[in-house]
């Protein structure tokens, strides 16, 4: 078998064995490492302990985007979309060195410390892993694109991605400030080399009612 067949062999063997987990922290099969790489696009999602809330009202949600403020750069990570939900939170990453694991590790161990102190809470926060997985083609980058948009819209928190205000969405379309540690050259140029024409675009693909994916 060839490397690059060996490469792909592991990472779908990876996400196989992670959905075997059993109950957070609790016990579970022994798992193959995660295939990590630079310059890599990922979509990674990380989900509460014990199906609880994670970021229940809007203070939650503003320190989770103070810790991406911290935690992207020293990692050398950019962040092209993001959703934060209840229970859970899901970011489009590139990365710029094979460092996905270790930066992941301290951006929710960051936040963690910060939610257990505001509430007095001891213990784990997250789920024992986070979830990735690569963004390799436009067509995953647009899908990706539009699946983060959309989630609050389909879990019945808001009629229009517009209406959630802890998403990138408002800030890719040009209707919201753009967070410093938010990038949306790549996302934009998929879609219009103008900038305009390119959020015009994003709206139109975005909120068409007939998605249905």
Same mark, same amino acid.
């Given at each position: 078998m060839s490397d690059t067949g060996c490469n792909k062999t592991v990472a779908i063997c990876s996400q196989r064995v992670d959905s075997c987990c059993i109950g957070g922290?609790?016990?579970?099969?022994?798992?193959?490492?995660? +295939?990590?790489?630079? *310059?890599?696009l990922y979509h990674v999602t990380s989900r509460a302990a014990r199906a609880s809330f994670?970021?229940?009202?809007?203070?939650?949600r503003e320190i989770f985007e103070e810790?991406?403020?911290i935690a992207l750069p020293r990692a050398?990570?950019?962040?092209?979309?993001?959703?934060?939900?209840?229970?859970?939170?899901?970011?489009?990453l590139r990365t710029t060195r094979a460092n996905l694991g270790s930066a992941m590790k301290r951006l929710n161990w960051l936040y963690a410390w910060r939610f257990n102190r505001l509430f007095g809470f001891k213990g784990h926060a997250f789920?024992?892993?986070?979830?990735?997985?690569? +963004?390799?083609?436009? *067509?995953?980058?647009?899908?990706?694109?539009?699946?983060?948009?959309l989630n609050p819209v389909r879990a019945g928190l808001c009629g229009s991605p517009l209406a959630w205000p802890w998403s990138s969405y408002a800030a890719t379309v040009g209707l919201a400030d753009q967070p410093v540690f938010l990038t949306?050259?790549?996302?934009?140029?998929?879609?219009?080399?103008?900038?305009?024409?390119?959020?015009?675009?994003?709206?139109r693909f975005v909120e068409a009612p007939t998605v249905t994916d």
């Open positions: 922290y609790g016990r579970h099969v022994a798992r193959a490492p995660r +295939v990590q790489q630079a *310059e890599l994670l970021f229940p009202t809007a203070l939650e810790v991406l403020m050398e990570m950019e962040c092209h979309a993001y959703c934060v939900m209840g229970t859970h939170y899901h970011l489009l789920e024992s892993r986070y979830w990735s997985t690569p +963004v390799e083609s436009p *067509e995953q980058l647009v899908a990706t694109i539009r699946y983060l948009a949306l050259d790549r996302v934009l140029q998929q879609f219009d080399r103008q900038p305009q024409r390119a959020r015009a675009a994003i709206r």
